[in-house]
């Protein structure tokens, strides 16, 4: 199909090239339209829907893609019911469509969609609707803003976002780990976590804040990037490319308990091991064996426990991809360090020989 000739994004979806466009698998169909939306620019907002939803469908074929289905699917429901009488049909259907797509597709499948959702016409508000991408641990997810910004999401994380951002801001809330690569725009993209705000307009980073982990890091590999504690009295920083901002409780003070935080920077950090995950490699970077475990449990979904104190301070360096399993990877350890372990149904203890 001639881009010229497609009538609404509902063409786009279904045209072949358009298809392997956002797949990145045919180079000629990936400069057509790399042009031709560069010479379209009155057509951004149309393309960017449709590209969302086609990530979502063609995602959906893959293993490693996974939303809570029951939770997305009370969400929506509950969503319907809160919404006016009908305003308008027309106007609202790719918003509409937008918001199915992210939440739908992922547990329902093509045909379900293409059956409902076109007989079927939605109310919605003039107000930000939210997703929320729920990412089972050992899985990881991928999803489109209707800004154009790409954002991979790593095992057992929480990402909520607006189906379409407002004028004025463009604000998600994160718990777990992210890669973001913003679309530049008049309005400041912020990532909302649990012990920070972080405040961008163009780039790419990476943000971890597991609330276990007790701290937030947020490494920049493209562009400059504000990040700001939820404590009062601890000032911002502003950080480039290969620099990593670390927002950490204090240890407990001996007098009194404290849930003081302290934010510093980290220079020269090695970015694509920071965000090798979201490319399937598996990669400890001179980690102790107690990070690494951590990092293993959520890779693989299995609980880790390590029986020796010393051992969990060990430290290793190893490069795995994704396919090998957890069995495989402490094999390749015990090359290195004298360790033993056993598996305990969904459990494997470690310990020294």
Not at 13 to 26: A, C, K, Q, Y
Not at 61 to 74: F, G, T, W
Not at 177 to 201: M, P, Q, W
Not at 238 to 247: E, F, H, N, Y
Request: a neutral charge; one cysteine or more.
């Amino acid at each position: 199909m001639n881009a010229k000739e497609h009538k609404n994004f509902e063409d786009l979806i279904l045209d072949d090239s358009f298809r392997e466009f956002v797949e990145g698998t045919r180079a000629s169909s990936v400069e057509y339209w790399k042009k031709w939306i560069r010479e379209n620019p009155d057509r951004d907002i149309e393309i960017a829907k449709a590209k969302d939803i086609l990530i979502t469908l063609l995602n959906n074929r893959k293993p490693e893609i996974r939303a809570d289905k029951n939770e997305a699917l009370q969400n929506l429901l509950e969503g319907v019911k809160k919404q006016d009488r009908p305003v308008t049909k027309t106007r609202n259907i790719y918003f509409w469509l937008a918001r199915i797509a992210a939440v739908i597709f992922l547990s329902a499948g093509l045909a379900w969609v293409w059956n409902t959702l076109f007989i079927k016409e939605f109310p919605v508000k003039n107000r930000l609707v939210y997703n929320e991408i729920i990412v089972p641990v050992g899985e990881k997810s991928q999803v489109i803003l209707s800004d154009g910004t790409h954002v991979w999401i790593n095992s057992g994380s929480r990402f909520k976002y607006p189906i379409c951002f407002g004028e004025e801001s463009r604000e998600i809330t994160l718990e777990g780990e992210a890669y973001f690569d913003v679309t530049k725009g008049k309005s400041t993209f912020v990532v909302n976590t649990h012990d920070a705000k972080i405040r961008v307009l163009g780039t790419a980073f990476n943000v971890k804040s597991y609330p276990e982990d007790r701290k937030t890091q947020t490494t920049v590999v493209r562009g400059l990037v504000r990040v700001e504690s939820r404590e009062n009295g601890v000032e911002p920083v502003l950080i480039g490319p290969d620099q990593m901002a670390v927002i950490k409780d204090l240890p407990d003070n001996k007098m009194k308990k404290t849930d003081e935080k302290d934010l510093h920077v980290i220079n020269k950090v090695n970015t694509s091991v920071v965000t090798a995950w979201k490319d399937q490699l598996l990669i400890f970077a001179d980690e102790t064996f107690e990070d690494m475990a951590i990092k293993m449990e959520r890779w693989f979904n299995m609980k880790i426990r390590i029986e020796d104190d010393k051992l969990k301070k060990d430290r290793y360096t190893g490069k795995f991809v994704n396919n090998e399993t957890v069995y495989e990877v402490l094999e390749a350890i015990e090359v290195t360090t004298p360790i033993e372990y056993i598996v305990n149904e969904d459990e494997i203890i470690i310990t020294r020989k």
